[in-house]
């Protein structure tokens, strides 16, 4: 199964690409698309649109995530952010992808434990679950995003097919992902001890 995780923004939108195999978290691919900012929204818009077309044909997902709508800190700033969520959902349906929408605070409990981390805790947990060191702090919020994702925080999980299942919380499948999850984890908390013991 192999996730796209999408952190959408009008100045900078992150993105990452994840497989997960046999409750494995691979890391495929991550970056952030920074439109130049004194051009006009259309255009920038139009930049967001041109290269999440092209990552989406170079690493071929099997289906996409994107973080929910929020209460942004004005209504201008709220407009931005849904165009170029809205521009994110649109490419990934013209791929023929389903889009499932996680909320930040689900995101962030799925991946810390708790759904006030701040961006700092969100970064070093991703870089510990996959091994390496996101382009940025968007390019981590998406991988985080698609972590969540493939775990079943929006309720779904790769059913074998190529396609995302909806599932209920609580079921096997759904406690199968969080069980691959959590020893995703361990594993990373494993290494960094190991690490720190080799490194006094």
Known sequence: MRVLGIDPGLRAT??????????????????????????????????????????????????????????????KSALKLGMARGVGIMICGQAGLEVHELAAR??????????????????????RLLGVTPANADAADALAIAIAASNGAGQIIGDGAGKAASVRV??????????????????????????????P
């Open 14 to 75: 992150g993105w990452g690409v994840i497989d997960v195999t046999a409750g494995r978290l691979i890391h495929v691919a991550n970056g952030v698309i920074k439109p130049n900012h004194k051009e006009p929204d259309a255009q920038r818009l139009g930049r967001i649109a041109d290269d999440l077309s092209a990552i989406i044909a170079a690493h071929q997902p099997t289906y996409a995530a994107i973080e929910e709508i929020f209460v942004a800190k004005s209504a």
């Open 106 to 127: 689900l995101v962030k409990k799925s991946i810390t434990g708790t759904g006030t981390a701040d961006k700092r805790q969100i970064q070093d947990m991703v870089s």
């Open 170 to 199: 609580g079921s096997t499948r759904n406690a199968e992902a969080d069980s691959g999850l959590s020893q995703a984890i361990a594993a990373a908390l494993a290494r960094d001890a190991q690490d720190n013991e080799g490194n």
